[in-house]
């Protein structure tokens, strides 16, 4: 079996981060070992001291930024302290069930599958609003267009991949656009999304939910930047000896 990290960014959650954490560590997971990363991302609200003041086991491994710099800067930052071998998200928000880390780290840890996410249903008694679910279909859409794929939710927060593969994505992102950004830079670079459904229950406004319409626009943007990128270094690539100049940079960059 293998090692397995699992990273949590936090951002105000002072109703939600203890039970989130308590239920990810209660998570039974296949693996020999399990690190929880749990980065807050600058609260204000008292998540920073709820941290602090649970009895946390040796598993759980706690970050702080000193200002709020964006989900995308915290998956980051969670990502650089991973020691598994394999890497998912989960959200502090409890939207997404953590029993369900595990259907989507199986077809992982089987060899099945190289990138897993799980995918919401957004049933009626489940869903946020009509414009939100249409939001996310708009995103989602524009990822198929772009990459000439068919995927059912770019914006889930489960995302599972090995670690070497997450920090070959050179993530750049600092807000919610990091979600958009992983779909985009794995699909560039060739792999397969394999999709598990997972359950879903969205909060409401008044229940702390964050995304606006603002952020889906800024994600379909992200999307045509990834696309862009990807092209630019195929044509690159396919030129004459690129390849090998390619090559004999990368390997000066280790010495």
């Known amino acids: 079996m293998a090692a397995i990290s699992i990273l949590m960014p936090v951002y105000n959650e002072v109703l939600t981060v203890e039970r989130a954490v308590t ?6 997971l296949p693996a020999d070992e399990v690190q929880v990363v749990v980065v ?9 001291e709820v941290l602090r003041s649970m009895d946390l086991p040796d598993e759980v491994e706690l970050v702080f930024h000193e200002h709020n710099r964006g989900k995308g800067a915290a998956i980051r930052t969670a990502l650089e302290h991973a020691r598994g071998d394999y890497t998912a998200i989960m959200d502090a928000d409890l939207e997404y069930d953590p029993a369900d880390l595990a259907l989507v780290l199986e077809p992982l840890l089987s060899g099945e599958a190289h990138v897993v996410y799980g995918v919401r249903g957004f049933e009626s008694h489940s869903s946020y609003s009509f414009w939100y679910v ?21 914006m889930t927060c ?25 779909t985009g830079r794995v699909l560039a ?64 960059s280790t010495r």
């Open 134 to 154: 249409i939001g996310n279909k708009v995103v989602t859409m524009a990822a198929n267009v772009l990459f000439d794929r068919w995927l059912a939710d770019v």
């Open 23 to 28: 239920a990810v560590v209660a998570v039974e």
């Open 40 to 48: 807050d991302d600058g609260s204000t609200d008292g998540t920073r």
């Open 158 to 182: 489960h995302k599972a991949m090995a670690t070497s593969v997450w920090r070959s994505l050179d993530l750049r992102a600092n807000g919610f656009a990091i979600e958009p950004e992983i």
């Open 189 to 252: 670079a060739g792999y397969q999304i394999y999709e598990i459904p997972i359950r879903y229950r969205a909060r409401t406004r008044q229940e702390g939910k964050k995304l606006t319409a603002a952020d889906g626009l800024r994600s379909v943007a992200m999307l045509a930047k990834c696309r862009v990128e990807a092209g630019r270094l195929r044509r690159r690539a396919s030129r004459p000896g690129q390849a090998e100049r390619i090559r004999r940079r990368r390997a000066r």
